[in-house]
Structure formats: C-alpha cells, structure tokens
C-alpha cells in the first residue's frame, strides 16, 4: 500500500488527454469535454496521432515527446492494444500519474501470450508511474473543479468520498446521488487495479479533511492485511460504509469458495468489516438511506425509538420492522402520558406508538415531538405522515423540521405517498432532516444508527486485563508441531491435541490413552466409571468440515459404560467395526474418559479455521451435530481480546442460551472469552494450524470443559491483522536503580494510561498536546492504547507495584502509509523526571523505527520544552526554529533512501518539500 503520487490524481495543475479526437461520441473527447465543462483550473493537453493542431479548443500533438511539458496525470482513452506502449512512453517522459479509462486489456493479451495489463504493470513498475485502471470511470474532484472521467453527470461539491471497482456502477451511482442531492469530496472507480489498489486510496482520503464519509463498493479484496489496516485507520476519524457485491457463487467470477466450517464466504466479510469499524449495507439504496442518518451531527443516545404517526397503520409497520430487525420501542414515563393526554383525544392508546389521530395538524405534531424528545427513556424519534385533510404535508413538514433543529434527540421522517408528499421530502431533506419512502426503510435506517453506535463502543471498549496470560506454555506447542512435522504427517492424534490445549489453558476433561485392552481397563479404574470409550485412528482425527456434513465420519465413540465387561465388549466391537470401515490408515489405541453426569450442559462449538484470502479465523457457536453447528456460526478475526471475545460470544444464537445461567451468566462468560482469547494467540503463536475443533465445548453452572478436539496442520499463514509484539518486550533499569519493562502498549493499560494521565502536571500536557487540557475522555484514551501496530506504535515504560501496573512514561510515533517518515512524541511522569525514562525509551524507538525501514523520525518542540530539546540533541537530531509557528522542529535521519522517489519523499523541516524531480514541482 503506498499514497506515492496520489496527490497528481486528486490535485493536478496540469492534464494530457491520450485518445481525444473531432468526434463527438469518442471516450476521450467526452472526457476532456467533461473536464472542460466542470471548469478544470489547470492546463489541458491533448495527444492524438492524427495530425490535430487542436481539439475542442486545446492544444494537440501527435506524440507525447511532443507536449510542451510533463504533465501532472495522464488519461489514456485509446484501445487496448496501444496502452502499454503509451505507458511506457510516458514513463519516459517524466510522467508519474497514468489513468487508463479502456477496458478489456485483462481479456487481450500481447504477442508473448500475457495478458495487456501485465504489460501495462511491467512498464509502471520499470518507470516509477502510478496507473488508475484500465477499466475506470475516471476520478471526479468538484471541489477543485475537476471531472476527469466520461460520467453523464457531473457531482456537486460535498463531503462524501466514493470508491468503487466497477465503472458502471459507479456511473449509476452518480445517477441515484445526484437525484437524491449527495455531494463528494472525491468519486472514482478502481478498474482492474494493476497497481493503485483500495487500500491506496483509503489511506489517502484517510488524511483528507474534506472528506467525512467514505462509501466504498467493492467486488472484491485482493490485499487482505492492507485492507484492513487502511480501513481501521480511517474509521476512527471517520465513517466507512460498504456495499459487496458477489455475495453469492452463481454472482462470482470464479466462484469463491467457502473456508471449511464455514456456510458461505460472505459470512467472513461480515466478519471483516465488523472487525474493522465499517458498516455493511446490503445495496446502493440502503446505503444512501444510511449515509442520511449517520452522517447528522445529533449523536445517538440508544436504542429506544418513539413512534409518532397520524395513523395505526405506519406506526404497525414500523413497529414490525423496528422489532423484527432487533430494535426498542421506547417505554413512555407516565409524566410524557400525562402531558400527551392533554393534547390528544381521550381514546388513545396511551402507549408507544403515539397515534395522533387523522386530525392531527402541525400543532399537534410540533406539541407532541417536543413532549417526547423531553423524555429520559427515548433516544430517538419517528415522524410519520399520511396525506389527509387535516393539514397540508408541507405544514406538518415545516413544524416537524422547526422541532427537530430544537431538539437534542436525532429524529427521522417518513411521509408516505408520492405525489401529494413530493415538495415536503424536498424540504425536508433541505432542512437535514433525514427521510424515507417508507416506515421500514426509516426503521432500517436507524438501526443502522443502532449498530454503528454499538459497533463503535465494541471497538472503543476497554478490554479487562488477562492477569493469567503468563500461564500460557508457548513453548511446547512447536514442540508438539515439529514432532508431527517429522513424521510427516499433518493430522495430530488426540493425545497431541489435548497436550496443546492444555499448554494454552483451555480446560479439557481427563483422558487415559491405552493400546491393549487390559491397560484400558486400568485405566478405566483410574478415571471412575461410567465412562467415555473412543477408538482412535489415523482416519478419525480431522475436523467434521473437512467431510461432507451429508457424509460424517464415524467418529467410533460409545458412551455410559459402566463396568468393566461392557467395556471389553465395546472396544472389541469398536475394533472389528473399524476393521470394516477404515481401509487405509492404523490404530492408534483407545482414548477413556469419565462420563459427564448431571443436567444443564450446553453443547458450544470453538474452532479454527482459514479463510484463502484473510487467513486464520476464529469460528464460535453452538456445539453438536453438524447441522447445529453450522447453522449457528460466528467469525472472528485473531488476535481477539477480551473485549472482542465477548462481542462474538453475545452474536451468537446460542448466548440465548448462555443466558439462562443466571446471576452465574458474567462469570461463565467470562471464562468462555479466555479460552476463545487463548485460541486466537494459539494460532497466532503457531500459523501452520490450519484447522482445529473443539466440538463439543460443554458449559454448565461449574464452568467449561472440552470433550474431543481435532487439529490440521498446513503451509504456515500468518493473521491479516498485526499481533502484539510481544518480542519488543524488555526490562531495563533507570538511573536510581528502577527496575522497569519496556513494551508496546495495549488495550488493556487504558486504566493505568488513563491514571497516568491524571498525574501528568499542566506544564506536561502542554508541552505534550501544545495547548492547556484538563482531562483526557474515554475515547480518546481508547485510541491512545488500541493502536494497529503496523501504522503507530507506543512503547511504555511500566513498574509492578502492590496496586498492579503503573505506566511511568511514554513514547509513541505515527509512521506515514509510505514508510518515510514517522513523527514521535515523548512524555514523562513529572515526579520521575532526571530518572532517564525518556533516553530509554526514545533509544528503543529510534531502533525499532531504523529495523522497520523508516527513512526519518520527526518531532515538533516548544522552545520552553528544554529538557526535550537536550535530549533530541544527545540523540543527535538536528533542530530548526519555525518563527512562522513559534516551535522547534527536529529531526533524524534513519536510514539511507532506497531510490529517488523515496529520496523525493524525505521533507527536512526548513527545505521545500519535492515530492519529484520534475520543474513544475521545484518551483
């Protein structure tokens, strides 16, 4: 992922047409008219073999030497088979930024038999070009004026950011948005994407501050790790929504097939961008249904919504949908009846929904939404209007509108109808309020609201520290993998499997493994009978997915033995049954176990298992037969904590069920999110576990117990989301002698972060945030210690003390998408000043940022701040005054740039910052 020459793309002084032509109808005229017609600022440049002088009133040349100068971008609008030599003689040129608005060069291949776009990789690639497409739309830019791209529309100025992978699609949406009155930043589409990709954009649009909501349309993610990296950044300042398409194999191109355990991939897309802050919309039109109401400024309180309707009818469908979809009807106070009472006939229901009766005018729509909105026990309101006699739509529109802007609760219209209603959605909107066609189209939009704002708190909430991670033997599971390794196999027996469960804490009921029939019943005695008896053999001891769930393997198990002579009889007959069955493969002897007694046991379901194109996931449900199992699936993405844990737990059908333990609920729920967090680190620990099932996990009052587990091993496929480094851990001692450990922070230091924070003096905080703060809210503090490792990083130093950890100091740097240059900040507890925290930790960045490949460190320092600005000196920063910002910038060189661009890309505070080579950028 890299934002190298995007700015030439969104922001370009100057464009060279490749393709444009007297015709009218052809693609690159209609492109540059668009860039005429939309007022494009900057130079345009045509290119044309034909022999033009000029067309549509703009220089033309023959060939592309022949430009008067390089020009910023590019769009190549000539056919396939042209294209890669265009790309190549840009390259020459000096040219840095290349669109290629054709299709088809991913079905036509060159004379060595590769397809065209290939070719056009290969010549990018060779000459440092960034190419767009083919197969794009185009890029449109309304606030800079800008429409390069062969769109029928043009799009208003707005804050919304469109990215897309289909052009055609992405011309409808331009359609729908301009009839529903959206304005964007930016809107493009993607192509084929041989070299700017998704995440390029993302991370771009990431640090634009016009941009507020980015709505992506994607078909498909080929850089899963980068993915979710850029997208996790950029949905913590802003809001993502997504549409996928090819959600079903007869949509996809080839077919997408599903990983094992799992129904359908589209499942794991959920599961992705759930993880990564996005909401997930099924279709365009809900997807601008959701940008009018997550994009209000009112903040969602909850999830209780107030119904208000003049008629029985739209508060029932609303109701249905508001339910159905998991949503609260808000419980009036009987204050809120009282008043209402006063207002309505004396026939009404009293209740939620609020039936104003087909009388209801503007006055007692205003009375009433004001009565509601002053109840503790709503979050949030729905408007609803039916064309009667009563009042005009209009009116009941403009009192709805004048109440809403009064009010702090978010409220959501619906006026039902089409001709008699037209003008007052129009106002409405107008007046931003948000709309709808239909009751269940509003209901649907505010759950949305519902879960974003709940997803959002997921993400945000800090998880509980896991006091006992220590207990965790990391060490004996590759013990455990290289001895299977070496026999060349890649199913583990249970013996192996259960001794690695165990190693990461997860409870597993005792099991005695014996080959003869007299050491099992030995070891029958030993456990207590009744028993458990198991015939273990190389063909039993994969997961059940890896079967067809039609065709199950026998498993060989026979329960409740209660003596010894029926327990000889079953082995016999566990033996000569397997004899028949299994063809291939050996025994491996019996596994016993005591018998589970007694009632309230739930059957749950944990497993692993890989995704071809996002890896390691996480599977959580309930447990039993495959038909249970399958039908009841929750994906997480590792690492998990707890946090996390209990977010897939609570997704999940069986919690219902979970549920019913009472006041013991918490705590069981609790030791379930441990054993899920373990898994998660056992496969991170060990990426060569390609499969894994614990089926079934029981849970009762006492707590959790695994009866049968199975494990796969494959090629090693590390988590597309970065892990905590628990190797950049170190202890290190302080000048009076402290004893102190070094590490990168995590979720779970927000309390000693945040306790930290309060002990911090004013003249700290300054100097750390530039301006005087009083405290640091949860949010904010949240962000501060959840951090992806793979963009920031912050190491900590911690003491051990009798009240738990404290964090006595902290550094921390953002590195840019490029890996140029990162810029840190350093704060020291004041009582611990003079103890060489900072040297400690600054030393231990410094380092981690060279081995990273960061090419400069960067910082900015108020000129009071001497202590800093001594020690940036003793590491040899050098430091500039800016008189125009009154601070003191530093910075230290890291490592040596690799090439020119990266050479172009380092800025030395008090030097012009050259991105390129090229005059245009000099000056």
Known sequence: MSTRHLRYFFRPKSIAVIGASARHENLGSVVLRNLIDSGYEGELFVVNQRGYTRVQRKPCVAKVRHLPKVPDVAIICTPPTTVPRLVRQLGRFGVKAVMILMGGLSRTQSRSGRPLKDSVYAMAERYGVRVLGPNSLGILVPGHKMNASYAHLDVKAGNVAYVGQSGIMGSAMIDWAHGRGIGFSHFLTLGDAVDVEITDIIDYLAGDPNTKTILLHLERISSAAGFISAVRAASRSKLVLAVKSGRVAASQDPPVVAPPGVVSADQVYDAVFHRAGVLRVTSTDEMFDALATLSSAKRLRGDRLAIISNGVGPSV??????????????????????????????????????????????????????????????????????????????????????????????VLASWIGLTSVRE?????????????????????????????????????????????????????????????????RNLLHVREVREMLKAF????????????????????????????????????????????????????????????????????????????????????????????????????????????VFGPLLLFGEGGPPTSIMS?????????????????????????????????????????????????????????IEGLEINPLLMNRDGLLALDAMCRLGEPRASVIHAYPEDLREEATTRSGRRVTLRPIRGEDEPAHAAFARRLSPDSIRFRFFHHRTSIGHTEMARLTQIDYDREMAFIATEQTDEGAQTLAVVRTWTDADNIACEFAIIVRDDLKGEGLGSLLLRKMIAYSRQRGTLLMTGTVLPENQPMLRLASKFEFQSRYNTREGVTEVWLRLNEPANDWQRGRIRIPGHDYIEDDDEDDAD
């Open 505 to 612: 804490d997860v409870p597993f009921v005792d099991t005695l493994f014996a080959e003869k029939i007299d050491d099992l019943c030995a070891a029958a005695e030993t456990v207590g009978y009744p028993v458990a008896l198991k015939l273990l053999h190389t063909a039993n001891t994969r997961p059940f997915w890896y079967q067809a769930i039609g065709n199950r393997p026998w498993r060989g198990i026979i329960l409740a033995l209660e003596n010894e002579t029926r327990l000889r009889a079953a082995a016999a007959r566990l033996a000569e049954r397997a004899s028949r069955i299994y063809r291939d493969g050996r025994s491996l002897g019996y596994a016993v176990q005591s018998m589970r007694s007694g009632m309230g046991y739930i059957q749950l379901n944990v497993a692993i298992t890989r995704d071809a």
């Open 317 to 410: 469908l609303a109701t249905d949908g508001l339910v159905l979809n998991g949503g609260r009807l808000a419980k009036l106070s009987q204050e809120t009846i009282k008043r209402i009472a006063q207002i309505l006939p004396a026939f009404w229901t009293r209740r939620n929904p609020i039936d104003l009766s087909a009388a209801a005018d503007e006055v007692r729509y205003g009375r009433v939404m004001e009565i509601v909105a002053a109840d503790p026990g709503v979050d949030a309101l729905l408007v609803m209007y039916a064309p009667t006699q009563a009042a005009s739509p209009l009116s009941v529109a403009r009192a709805v509108a004048d109440v809403a802007k009064k009010i702090d609760r978010q």
């Open 424 to 488: 007052s959605r129009e106002l409405l909107d107008r007046e931003g309020v948000p709309q709808f066609f239909t009751p269940d189209k509003a209901v649907r939009a505010f759950m949305h609201m519902v879960h974003n704002r709940e997803h959002q708190e997921v993400l945000l909430e800090t998880p509980p520290a896991l006091t006992d991670k220590t207990s965790l033997d990391r060490v004996r599971v590759p013990r455990i993998i290289d001895r299977v390794k070496k026999e060349r």
């Open 632 to 688: 009841d699936r929750r994906i997480g993405l590792p690492p998990l904590n707890i946090a996390l844990a209990r977010d897939l737990v609570r997704g999940a059908r069986v919690y219902s069920l979970i549920k019913t333990f009472g006041e013991r609920t918490d705590a069981l729920v609790d030791e379930l999110c441990k054993v899920l967090v373990h898994l998660s680190q056992l496969v991170v620990d060990n990426p060569e």
